[in-house]
């Protein structure tokens, strides 16, 4: 129960927080622009780290008042969160060197060494069952771990939902061990900033008809979270933390999919020689979008995948499998990873079926491929059409006569006419239920939706290396065949032109 109210007070002073930056932003013109490599199409503000930092401030603030011994380390990372979230806004705003981002963040993780006393002083019981203790390498190691935590988390920022999504996992997931491990002062923060991320998301998610989000978390919400991550994996995987909820082996665990994918882009990018911190398309969501998945189904399957990670990395430890193992388990994942990003036109198709045996609708498709129909029916069939889906949609019905191996073929395609995708994916699901329980028993015919002829659709055109002459031929041919039926349906108005 304490718990609970915990989290909802997170929620609550994140939501409101949230709300009123958001009118406030607008008012200010302190907004995200859409174009370069951002996916978004309006302009969007970036406070959701106001709601964030508000909700970190009140955790703060409680384990203050209630939980003495934690000591001053409090207003440390109180400290540090303030700063990055005034650097992350003013990059949101002036697009500041990267340089001058790590020249900050290096500074927090000084200070979180020297004043908050938080640092990785071992790796854990690596060799021969005994603590591999870091030295003089602490230091740098901490720094290193410092920044590579705010910057996967601010990498991974690419779609409505994901770092909050991955966030809420991975605070979930350390509440979890801080709690068994007996520690209330921590336990009671991190539940307090996991409803605070939930706040935020009420306005970032896409969900009950919501299409865009209200609101970005900006480099202001991920370097605070990034920094939390790493304060809280720092301090309770050491021996020098008050409890040791963790082995730091496990810390990679349940920071897998941000730091998985932070290190693959990177090394793709410098594997292809171009600069590691040059923006590209080839994250992991970004390679689900591209496979036809809905920006909230990639979120919820990139959640699902670490919360797998992170209980993998809890039930090893918990089970007393040897950490080297773990580490071993950890670096093969990841090797499999990068093999696989690596080869991006081999894993967009592969995703490109899962997402079909998953009977999604692809984001991607913009109407639906009948084949099989005889040429004698066409007409009646586009009759159906006009009568079943011509009151509730706009379409266009191409019906053609195509030459095989083994005679005359028929096959239509059912064009959706609209620019929103959303309502695109809802109405062709729906006219492909239709269509199967008017048709779909019929002998020979075939129901699916049809995508777009582009090249980003093509496993064969993609950044790899070939020769000129490898897979030359094309499997889908470019041209059509003869129309030999035509039907457009607009505002429940329809214009038939049949033809021999």
Not at 21 to 35: K, L
Not at 57 to 68: E, G, I, K, N, R
Not at 239 to 267: E, G, H, Q
């Amino acid at each position: 129960m304490l718990s609970m109210s915990l989290f909802l007070l997170g929620l609550l002073v994140s939501a409101v927080a949230v709300y009123y930056s958001i009118q406030a932003s607008h008012r200010f013109g302190v907004v995200d622009q859409p174009g370069g490599h951002k996916a978004h199409d309006t302009v969007t503000p970036f406070v959701g780290g106001v709601g964030i930092l508000v909700a970190n401030l009140t955790a703060a603030y409680v384990v203050s008042q209630f939980f003495p011994a934690f000591g001053d380390r409090i207003y440390v990372l109180v400290a540090g969160l303030v700063v990055l979230f005034a650097t992350g806004f003013a990059d949101d705003i002036l697009q500041l060197n990267y340089k001058i981002r790590f020249a900050v963040q290096a500074g927090l993780g000084v200070m979180m060494v020297v004043l908050g006393g938080v640092e990785i002083s071992d790796l854990g019981r690596l060799v021969s069952g005994d603590v591999l203790s870091l030295g003089y390498l602490a230091l740098p190691i901490t720094l290193l771990a410092t920044i590579g935590a705010i910057n996967a988390l601010n990498m991974i920022d690419g779609i409505d939902g994901l770092s909050g999504s991955l966030s809420i996992v991975s605070l979930g997931l350390i509440a979890l061990a801080v709690y068994l491990a007996g520690d209330p002062a921590y336990f009671s923060l991190i539940v307090i900033v996991a409803g605070g991320v939930a706040g935020f998301l009420l306005f970032n998610l896409r969900y009950l008809g919501w299409r865009r989000a209200r609101c970005f978390m900006g480099d202001n919400g991920s370097m605070q979270l990034g920094f939390l991550f790493a304060w809280l994996l720092s301090d309770l995987s050491q021996a020098n933390a008050s409890v040791r909820a963790f082995t730091p082996i496990t810390t990679l665990w349940l920071f897998a999919v941000p730091l998985i994918d932070t290190l693959c882009v990177m090394l793709r990018r410098m594997w292809m020689g171009r600069s590691p911190f040059h923006a590209d398309r080839n994250h992991l969501h970004h390679l689900f979008l591209r496979a036809g998945f809905r920006v909230q189904d990639a979120v919820l399957v990139l959640a699902l995948m670490q919360l797998c990670f992170g209980a993998i990395g809890l039930l090893g430890m918990y089970a007393g499998v040897d950490e080297l193992v773990m580490l071993c388990a950890f670096i093969a994942v990841f090797a499999l990873c990068f093999f696989i990003v690596l080869r991006p036109w081999r894993l967009v198709p592969l995703l490109r079926r899962i997402h079909r045996l998953l009977g999604m609708t692809s984001v991607h498709a913009v109407g639906v491929h009948v084949s099989g129909l005889p040429e004698e029916r066409m007409s009646a069939f586009a009759e159906m059409l006009n009568r079943c889906i011509g009151p509730h949609v706009d379409f266009r019905f191409r019906a053609y006569r195509a030459e095989t191996e083994v005679g005359p073929s028929c096959y239509g395609v059912i064009q959706l006419l609209g620019d929103d995708q959303d309502l695109t994916q809802a109405q062709i699901s729906r006219i492909i239920a239709v269509l199967r329980r008017e048709v779909g028993r019929e002998p020979g015919v075939k129901i699916r939706q049809f995508v777009d002829r582009k090249d980003s659709h093509d496993r064969r055109v993609g950044e790899k290396y070939r020769r000129a002459d490898r897979r030359s031929g094309d499997r889908r041919a470019n041209g059509k065949g003869a129309l030999i039926y035509r039907l457009d349906s607009a505002a429940g108005e329809s214009s038939v032109m049949a033809q021999g």
